[in-house]
């Protein structure tokens, strides 16, 4: 589980931006990859969390359209760094 | 206090020629050197109303502008900027030399001052409150900050603004703003009393020149703004005036990606961004007359605020 204090984070209510102090990198999250990205911060499912954001965000969506955008999010965390594979 | 336009201009010459001529801007002092005379009478013109000073103990910047040393002092004649002994930019045909000193400075300026977040916009001020301008060249930035400056808003600066690393607050440089192409003549016409430097043709950026700063932004220069609207504006021929709220995300990636220093400063840099995003309504804003946009921008000093609809 990464560091929380690694973060720094800026939200708003159309995303969110992430430093990463161990890189010095900058990420632009949308709402459903922060859900995933903030969960594991928490010691939670990732999986769960985007899962969840993203039916909320998207209700008329079927499931394998779901599961879709939430294996981006999940692709797009693992390239970032923000997420570790497997989590 | 002596401002440049108190001096002749065989006095401003004598003194550039000697090293011994600084002007102030903003908060930051160039010390300029040079012995060509278009220079020198550009400077004349385009800063009377900045104060400047012979041989100060301090300056931020030691800059001279100078022909080479090579046979290009004579043959297709060029000019080169010097910097601290260091020559950052290939050399320019010697009839650019005026505008070669004020892209130079710009380029000072981004490359050293990280004591504020340097960010490639225009900024202005109206009744304490600042905008911002972020846009990418040819979207007729520069042309609506004229406009703005013009008529009423004092002009922080043209090219880069400066953001304060604790406070937020935007400081003005005002220097003059650099305009080129079918925007000087648009310029000229809204606004015949304006001062020009001269004109230079056939630069990367097409024919260029720069006005003169109104007297108000001088002597104002050093009183910072808070930033309250971050706008990003772009030309489009023959459009009526459109303002749609823009998203704060996509705005601090904008920044993010577009402040000079933005990674040099790191955490602080990402900090300092989102503090600035945060406390500022965000918009869009297309148009292809300057008189609707300066009724735009009255409307936003003037308190208007839009909540996710267009006008």
Known sequence: MPDAGRFLIHRWADGCAVFDQASGDTHALDSASFAGFAADLNGQSAVVAIDAALRAEWPEKADAEIALLAQGCWQRLEACGLIQAGN | ?311
Not at chain 2, 9 to 16: D, F, N, Q
Not at chain 2, 70 to 85: H, K, M, T
């Open chain 2, 1 to 311: 206090m002596t401002r440049v336009g108190d001096l002749s201009l065989s006095g401003l010459a004598a003194l550039l020629a000697d090293g011994r001529f600084a002007v102030q801007t903003g908060s930051l002092v160039s010390r300029i050197q040079t012995a060509l005379p278009d220079v020198a009478r550009s400077i004349h013109v385009l800063y009377a109303h900045h104060p400047c000073s012979a041989a100060p103990d301090f300056a931020d910047f030691h800059v001279r502008l100078e022909r080479p040393c090579n046979l290009r002092r004579w043959l297709r004649p060029q000019a080169e900027f010097v910097i601290d002994g260091e020559r950052p930019f290939e050399p320019l045909p010697r009839d650019q030399a005026p505008a070669f000193l004020e892209w130079g400075l710009n380029w000072s300026i981004a490359a050293s001052c990280h004591q504020w977040l340097t960010i490639h916009a225009a900024s202005l001020e109206r009744h304490g409150r600042a905008v911002i301008l972020p846009a990418p060249p040819g979207s007729g930035k520069s042309t609506l900050c004229a406009a703005l400056a013009l008529r009423g808003w004092r002009l922080l600066t043209d090219e880069m603004s400066l953001i304060d690393l604790q406070t937020t607050a935007a400081y003005a440089l005002a220097r003059p703003i650099n305009l080129k192409n079918a925007s000087i003549d648009l310029i000229r016409s809204f606004a015949p009393a304006g001062v020009w430097g001269p004109e230079t043709y056939d630069t990367a950026k097409g024919r260029v020149t720069h006005l003169r700063p109104p007297v108000d932004s001088v002597e104002r220069m050093l009183k910072p703004a808070a930033p309250r609207w971050i706008v990003f504006p772009r030309y489009v021929a023959g459009s009526e005036p459109l303002l749609t709220p823009r998203g704060k995300a996509p705005t601090f990636i904008h920044f993010a990606r577009n402040a000079f220093n933005y990674s040099q400063l790191g955490a602080l840099g990402f900090a300092v961004a989102g503090r600035l995003v945060s406390q500022c309504d965000c918009y869009d804003f297309s148009y292809s007359r300057l008189d609707d946009a300066l009724e735009v921008f009255d409307w936003l000093a003037d308190g208007g605020k839009m909540n996710g609809d267009e006008i």
